[in-house]
């Protein structure tokens, strides 16, 4: 039996907040496109990731039409605790840069935009199998795959982006011979709780210490986010809550914090590292987001640097298709290396600065708490950490 052939103009593989941020700006732009997702909506929904958005994502949910529980159930945050030294130093990005940052979390950005492709009748098919791109730089590439149902199904189109993830299949069928990838791995990890408790403080604490880095975040008003550094192989059953509590309060303690405690409802230990793939197009086929990069989570620039690869790459497949000009797409690469680039550094830097290395010094530690003082104590610094956090307007 042959696959069902659809044909669209724009394919796209992930149906994450990239795959579905893309498919919604283009639907406003009057373009049609199929998104294929291997998960089942359910499961995209309850994937935690990073809650920060940074004000163009918000602007871009805005802009968008879909920002009624951003903007109403979002926590508008005009800043940071950076902790050190045993104080808190609180880096005001209003009256540094003019800008805030939303505390939203990624979950809620997916069931939004699926939300408003439901809504507006777009082609998701999520629960998918046995995916394959085929003729990527034809001017027919396609996506074929077996469906929720068990049926063999192909989408043959104009563009096909690769908007899946950091396992991306789509980036694998760049030939070597035309792609360079770029890796850092990092010694530790994050080991990451929901907890049941109110807020701790009324922004997010970015915590050094002897002990190790932690982070203070947030959700609602009774529930919490928050994470410490781990070794990257950690067992999540050797902790108790009784014994990550403690752990938590030693670190932010050293700085004169104390955290509300709550049931710890959910625990996980995350990975982390830097990669790029570059270019981010080959022939007909483009990548956006995790596919194309992946940052360290500190300062949770995944998600922001996502959502602008898209808006950038809705505008130029726009103009690609009204122009009927696919060379129209190869300032796509630069343009959005830019930005990547800009946060490779600013999180690495972040990561780097804050958590404790692999068998630290007592000099190590000491320097850390000078490069930290030097940021908090110049306004030259403390600018650039909120530039960078609250993200960067766009250069065009
Ligand atoms: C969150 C995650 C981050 O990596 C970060 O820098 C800030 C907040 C969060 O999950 O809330």
Known sequence: MPPDLTRTRVGIVGGGPAGLMLSHLL???????????????????????????????????????????????GYRHEGIDLAFGGAGHRIDFEALVGASVQLYPQTDVFIDLAD?????????????????VVDVTSDQPGVLFTDSAGERQEVRCDYLVGADGSRSICRDSFPESQRRQFFREYPFAWFGILCEAPPSAPELIYNHSERGFALISQRTETLQRMYFQCDPHEDVDDWSDDRIWEELQTRVGANGYTLQEGPITSRTVLPFRSFVQEPMRHGNLLLAGDAAHTVPPTGAKGLNLALADVRVLAEELERAISKKDGSLLDSYTERALDRVWKAQHFSYWMTTMLHRPAEASPFDLRRQVGELSSVVSSTAGSTYLAEAYTGWPDRD
């Open 27 to 73: 639907a406003r732009a009057g373009i049609d496109s199929v998104v294929v997702e291997l998960r089942t909506r359910e499961e995209v929904e309850h994937t935690h990731r990073a809650g920060i958005l940074e004000q163009d994502s918000v602007r871009l949910l805005d802009e968008t039409g879909v920002s009624d529980r951003v903007l109403r159930d």
């Open 116 to 132: 408003a492709r439901d809504r507006d009748g777009g082609d998701v098919r999520y629960d998918v199998n046995e995916v394959g």
